[in-house]
């Protein structure tokens, strides 16, 4: 009778294969491997490779404390303002930015510079009077109403209560806020 034929496929040896391409790699990517030797000795020299070292082995300690931050409400709150503010900044046009800053350097007084005189009440009074300013005032009065407004307020924080209604006493935003109106107004009237 006769007999199957019996196929014969070698096996692979992985590991014969992997010491090949090990042996082959300096040559074929010598470049690459000092690039990547520079870049190591670079970290060492400057002490990242310590740094790295130290966030590994206080990787749990740093885990911990910042699931326990994240899950606060505080943090939350954070995120989301950093969130709104973000969306006011993306809508804000980087030359009119450019103007905002030029403008309060040019404003101010420098202490070095001799016979800089701030002006007059008068000046002043005239410059909050004209168009542009007035629209930079009724974007802060808007704001400061926003913030001010107890009925939409949801809930009322006890960190942001003063006691005597919705007052957020130990809060910066307000203030940030009322400078971000102050630059949007500002930037409305250059506009018109």
């Known amino acids: 009778m006769a007999q199957p034929i019996r196929t014969y496929t070698p096996q692979r040896d992985v590991r014969e294969e992997l010491r090949t391409k090990v042996e082959s790699a300096p040559i074929e990517h010598a470049e690459a491997l000092l690039?990547?030797?520079?870049?190591?000795?670079?970290?060492?020299?400057?002490?990242?490779l310590?740094?790295?070292?130290?966030?590994?082995?206080?990787?749990?300690?740093?885990?911990?404390?910042?699931?326990?931050?994240?899950?606060?409400?505080?943090?939350?709150?954070?995120?989301?303002?950093?969130?709104?503010?973000?969306?006011?900044?993306?809508?804000?046009?980087?030359v009119k930015v450019d103007a905002v800053a030029k403008a309060l350097t040019d404003s101010q007084c420098r202490k070095d510079l001799q016979g800089c005189e701030p002006p007059s009440l008068w000046k002043t009074f005239q410059r909050m009077t004209s168009r542009s300013s007035r629209r930079t005032l009724a974007t802060l009065a808007a704001v400061t109403e926003a913030f001010g407004k107890e009925s939409e307020i949801p809930e009322v924080d006890p960190l942001f209560s003063s006691g005597h209604g919705w007052m957020p006493s130990k809060s910066v935003l307000p203030l940030v806020a009322l400078a971000l109106a102050g630059v949007a107004g500002f930037w409305i009237g250059r506009r018109s």
């Open 50 to 94: 310590d740094v790295l070292r130290g966030a590994i082995g206080a990787g749990d300690a740093i885990v911990s404390k910042a699931t326990e931050y994240a899950s606060s409400p505080e943090a939350v709150r954070a995120i989301r303002n950093f969130l709104a503010l973000s969306r006011v900044f993306a809508n804000l046009e980087p």
């Open 35 to 48: 690039a990547a030797y520079q870049l190591l000795q670079e970290a060492q020299d400057h002490g990242i």
